[in-house]
């Protein structure tokens, strides 16, 4: 199987094993999307989306498949890779327990976005 250490991204060429190391994945990158757990394709996911540099991820439902134990890994993961990335992150969730990760959270009802909840 071909190892693939660079992706390109316009006109910059990113190196993914940093980040594959960051998110603890670096050990399964030659496998197959099926060859991983839920949680293990989410932090692959995680550094997929920071290799090309984006200044804005939008996440929805990171924690969906998840245990509880795993819910909250991938959103600390996802929080500290956001902050040392310099990447602002929205995400969009129903688990109510990752909220204390987050910076800033805004509740929507029927439809309408309310005013920023405070972080419990």
């Keep these: 199987m071909k190892q693939i250490n660079r992706l390109a991204g316009g006109t910059k060429a990113f190196d993914p094993m940093p980040l594959l190391e960051s998110v603890g994945m670096a ?10 757990s839920g949680g293990e394709r989410q932090r692959v996911g995680i550094a997929r989306a920071l290799v090309t ?9 990171p924690t969906a498949s998840l245990d509880r134990a795993r819910s909250r890994e991938v ?10 990335h310099g990447v602002a992150t929205v995400m969009v969730t129903h688990d109510h327990d990752v909220l204390g990760y987050c910076d800033r959270v805004a509740e929507m009802v029927d439809g309408r976005l309310g005013a920023p909840a405070p972080i419990r």
């Design 53 to 61: 540099g984006a200044k804005l991820l939008l996440v929805d439902e």
């Design 27 to 36: 050990h399964r990158a030659s496998n197959r999307p099926g060859q991983l």
């Design 75 to 84: 959103v600390e993961l996802l929080a500290r890779q956001s902050h040392d």
